[in-house]
């Protein structure tokens, strides 16, 4: 409801101020390589006007998350995209998670039958924003043919990935849960070093279903305290898989990506 509310309120706006998609995203996949297992590394390339941006995989209670169509595509398995870090948005009191200008989304593409000819075809819906927001939609295609190359973008979009916990020298983490009327509160506790600048921790259930509020994160020390609010479709209090949670703290350059949050 929230999202169709938001794309209501932008599509009334867009004729005042007179701009057209084209403006402001331009879209191309980057064919990339064969991989040695088989698998293909391609990119999706956004590059969008100056001041605009774009959102993450979950972009927090105003965005507009990515969504991905590759039903077009020929001798594709399955698709997986790799997720460079993003950045922390506030506007109007709410907080966003995203792309500042652009990004290039590396995509690793499994063959339904390896060693064949591939062909990558995608329809890809997202949100873009400024001083307001769009949706847009973008139709982009290309061959994936061997050994291929990297024209630009692709590794580097792969190495500004999150850290995992080992790299970041993680130490104890725990989650509590407590009941609330139509769902439960987490609270997350995490032993990392101060990643620079305002910290926020985002909260990714395995159930993609579930409604998750923005998180109030402090610190004391080496600890970091993230609290945040969770609720299932049913509107009733829920059992939460904790190996499936992922906690992802940004602040610094880059971020961290902590899986799974047992009971303290």
């Known amino acids: 409801m929230r999202t169709a509310a938001l794309f209501l309120a932008v599509t009334l706006a867009l004729p005042a101020h007179g701009m057209t998609q084209d403006e402001l995203l331009q879209a191309n996949l980057l064919p990339g390589w064969r991989m040695d297992s088989g698998h293909h590394m391609a990119g999706l390339s956004l590059a969008l006007a100056p001041g605009w941006k774009t959102y993450w995989r979950s972009p927090g209670e105003a965005g507009i998350p990515p969504e991905f169509d590759w039903s077009g595509s020929q001798n594709v398995k399955a698709v997986h995209v790799h997720w460079p870090s993003p950045v922390v948005f506030h506007s109007n009191g709410m907080q966003t998670v995203g792309y500042d200008g652009g990004v290039i989304l590396p995509l690793e593409v499994v063959p339904e039958v390896p060693g064949q000819p591939v062909v990558l075809r995608a329809r890809v819906g997202m949100g873009i924003c400024k ?119 940004l602040g610094g350059a880059r971020a961290v990506q902590i899986d799974g949050c047992p009971a303290p």
């Open 131 to 249: 001083d307001i927001c769009m949706p847009a939609e973008v139709l982009v295609s290309a061959d994936l043919v061997a050994p291929g190359a990297d024209p630009g973008g692709i590794r580097a979009a792969l190495k500004a990935q999150p850290a995992n916990a080992a790299q970041a020298g993680v130490g104890r983490v725990a989650c509590t849960v407590e009941p609330i009327a139509d769902g439960l509160r987490l609270t997350a506790t995490v032993e990392i070093a101060a990643q620079g600048g305002e910290e926020a921790v985002v909260m990714e259930p395995a159930d993609r279903s579930i409604w998750v509020g923005e998180a109030v994160t402090s610190r004391q020390g080496g600890t970091l305290t993230s609290v945040a609010e969770m609720v299932a479709t049913t509107g009733a209090p829920f059992a939460l898989d904790r190996s499936g949670l992922r906690l992802t703290v």
